[in-house]
């Protein structure tokens, strides 16, 4: 399930039996810049129970972090 929010595009996924995670990942698919170092995705959250938990989550993160998340320059590799 891939869902859009503030120009980021969030898929949530299983990771182990009923336990749901988020990636976050910029729609145009250029990094997330954090502190000079880039990151094709973030994967972020807690096991949740249910995809739409692990999404909510993942809006959560955006809204609180996204100023924080540099447009790509000088890129390091992670």
């Known amino acids: 399930m891939i869902r859009q929010h503030q120009g980021y595009d969030i898929e949530s996924f ?3 039996r009923g336990l749901w995670h988020a990636r976050i990942r910029r729609a145009d698919k250029t990094p997330i810049m954090i502190n000079g170092y880039a990151f094709p995705t ?3 959250g807690f096991a949740w129970d249910d995809p739409d938990a692990a999404i909510d989550d993942a809006k959560r993160h955006i809204d609180r ?3 924080r998340w540099e447009t790509p320059g000088a890129v390091q590799v992670a």
């Open 14 to 16: 299983e990771a182990g």
């Open 42 to 44: 973030l994967e972020v």
């Open 65 to 67: 972090f996204r100023h």
